[in-house]
């Protein structure tokens, strides 16, 4: 398998613009990309350089309902570290012979990026496969 690098991790938050305000103001980390595909998003880089992202959302009402037994406590949580990977279905298919599950085949996100999770030995699937989209 070709794990490039961690590219970013993936947290839900109960409020992006306290979470912004202090990861930006108080700890100096730079805005990367604002959208919206689950809630309100943000993307942090670390001061020193943008190696590893910080992937924030603000979580929805349905997100919560949907997800619930995936949190800790039942409060926004990691959610995922997403590692990057150049040919993301031919990683898949690899890892899948090795006997990996994973939680759904490769698909393409609403900002373009190709995604998928696979399922660690206690059943949760918070590894990400990430291929940028091209």
Known sequence: ????????????????????????????FKPVKKSVHVGKSIELAIPAGEEVRFEFHE?????????????????????????????????????????VEFKSTPQVNPLGRKLCRTVDADG???LQLYEEGK
């Open 124 to 126: 949760r699937g918070w």
């Open 59 to 99: 979580m929805t009402e349905e997100y919560r309902k949907t997800h619930q037994k995936e949190m800790a406590y039942g409060k926004p949580d990691i959610d995922h570290i997403g590692f990057e990977v150049d040919d993301i279905n031919k990683e898949f298919e690899e890892l899948k012979s090795k006997g």
């Open 1 to 28: 398998m070709a794990l490039k690098r961690i590219h970013h991790i993936d947290i839900f938050v109960d409020n992006i613009e306290k979470v912004s305000d202090h990861f930006i103001d108080k700890l100096g």
